[in-house]
């Protein structure tokens, strides 16, 4: 059963391939829309109430991040024109995708997956832009090595989406060298918005073999929210996928208020619950979070593992 699944999983990630070879990594239709939307008064708009799902289009990114990042770099007037994203996959569903190829910012990106940076490697895109890639998995002891190798010192953009051991490897990031305008931090919505939790930390997590539901990876918002706001960060909201969670520096705090993480939770509306065999069950976020219940999570308040 066990290289039953392999097998499967093999398939299912050939085909993914396939699918994103084919694709058009310059739509100009699609950039074309994007433009149209910025140029709206109504996007353009803010008050102190922002929500960020109202900014939310989507061209590359694989919710509506693209329309909070331009809204932010906008709005900002982000100077550092450099980004660092972690867990790419193949960077066709990426965060900063559009910053690159819309925005010319220089980048850097890691994965895992030698295959993926393969990808984009020989990608015809690749050449006109300025976007360094490092095949690596990452934990919190190679984590400044690996950045160093970007060249890079206060970058405008940071994004951690690891699946896995995200919150620890903020904590071990050095945060003052690099000084992220704005900081995007996957959060797990199955952990909830009260308890300040993550998985604890193991150097090989992969959020499949911790549990065969994928369910069962990172950090609560909570925890994130208050390691960023000891490292001079502060929370804005979140996408209205649920899945990404925006912060700035303390500086701008008078152009863009901070939100409580009670106002501006929002639970995961995507349903990839797997079950034994690695099917997908579309089953509710009710589900997805029963799924898990019992998994060993650590508490950041009492420094001890707990039952999720």
Same mark, same amino acid.
């Given at each position: 059963?066990?290289?039953?699944?392999?097998?499967?999983?093999?398939?299912?990630?050939?085909?993914?391939?396939?699918?994103?070879?084919?694709?058009?990594?310059?739509?100009?239709?699609?950039?074309?829309?994007?433009?149209?939307?910025?140029?709206?008064?109504?996007?353009?708009?803010?008050?102190?109430?922002?929500?960020?799902?109202?900014?939310?289009?989507?061209?590359?990114?694989?919710?509506?991040?693209?329309?909070?990042?331009?809204?932010?770099?906008?709005?900002?007037?982000?100077?550092? =024109? !450099?980004?660092?994203? &972690?867990?790419?996959? *193949?960077?066709?569903?990426? /965060?900063?995708? @559009? $910053?690159?190829?819309?925005?010319?910012?220089?980048?850097?990106?890691?994965?895992?997956?030698?295959?993926?940076?393969?990808?984009?490697?020989?990608?015809?895109?690749?050449?006109?832009?300025?976007?360094?890639?490092?095949?690596?998995?990452?934990?919190?002891?190679?984590?400044?090595?690996?950045?160093?190798?970007?060249?890079?010192?206060?970058?405008?953009?940071?994004?951690?989406?690891?699946?896995?051991?995200?919150?620890?490897?903020?904590?071990?990031?050095?945060?003052?060298?690099?000084?992220?305008?704005?900081?995007?931090?996957?959060?797990?919505?199955?952990?909830?918005?009260?308890?300040?939790?993550?998985?604890?930390?193991?150097?090989?997590?992969?959020?499949?073999?911790?549990?065969?539901?994928?369910?069962?990876?990172?950090?609560?918002?909570?925890?994130?929210?208050?390691?960023?706001? =000891? !490292?001079?960060?502060? &929370?804005?909201?979140? *996408?209205?996928?649920?899945? /990404?969670?925006? @912060? $700035?520096?303390?500086?701008?705090?008078?152009?863009?208020?901070?939100?409580?993480?009670?106002?501006?939770?929002?639970?995961?509306?995507?349903?990839?619950?797997?079950?034994?065999?690695?099917?997908?069950?579309?089953?509710?976020?009710?589900?997805?979070?029963?799924?898990?219940?019992?998994?060993?999570?650590?508490?950041?308040?009492?420094?001890?593992?707990?039952?999720?």
């Amino acid at each position: 059963m066990k290289f039953k699944n392999m097998i499967k999983n093999k398939l299912r990630l050939l085909m993914y391939h396939l699918n994103w070879i084919s694709a058009d990594w310059e739509d100009k239709s699609l950039i074309l829309h994007a433009k149209t939307i910025m140029s709206s008064s109504v996007w353009r708009f803010s008050d102190e109430k922002l929500d960020l799902s109202s900014k939310e289009f989507r061209v590359y990114s694989q919710w509506g991040d693209d329309g909070i990042i331009q809204y932010l770099i906008r709005t900002l007037n982000i100077e550092n =024109k !450099k980004f660092i994203e &972690f867990g790419v996959g *193949n960077y066709y569903e990426s /965060n900063t995708h @559009f $910053l690159l190829v819309h925005d010319n910012w220089s980048g850097f990106v890691i994965d895992a997956s030698q295959e993926y940076m393969d990808i984009v490697r020989n990608n015809p895109f690749f050449w006109r832009y300025d976007l360094k890639l490092k095949t690596s998995f990452i934990n919190k002891d190679n984590i400044n090595d690996l950045l160093s190798e970007s060249n890079f010192t206060d970058i405008g953009l940071l994004h951690i989406d690891l699946d896995g051991n995200d919150y620890w490897i903020l904590d071990s990031l050095d945060m003052d060298k690099y000084n992220p305008d704005i900081l995007i931090l996957e959060y797990n919505s199955n952990f909830g918005p009260d308890r300040k939790i993550t998985v604890p930390y193991d150097p090989l997590f992969s959020c499949i073999d911790a549990h065969f539901s994928g369910q069962y990876f990172g950090a609560s918002l909570s925890a994130l929210e208050e390691l960023a706001g =000891k !490292k001079g960060y502060y &929370f804005i909201g979140c *996408n209205s996928a649920g899945n /990404n969670a925006y @912060f $700035l520096k303390n500086k701008y705090k008078s152009i863009i208020g901070p939100k409580t993480v009670k106002k501006g939770f929002v639970s995961g509306k995507y349903r990839d619950n797997r079950d034994v065999n690695g099917e997908l069950l579309f089953s509710s976020r009710e589900s997805c979070i029963n799924a898990i219940r019992g998994m060993p999570v650590f508490n950041i308040q009492t420094k001890k593992i707990e039952e999720f």
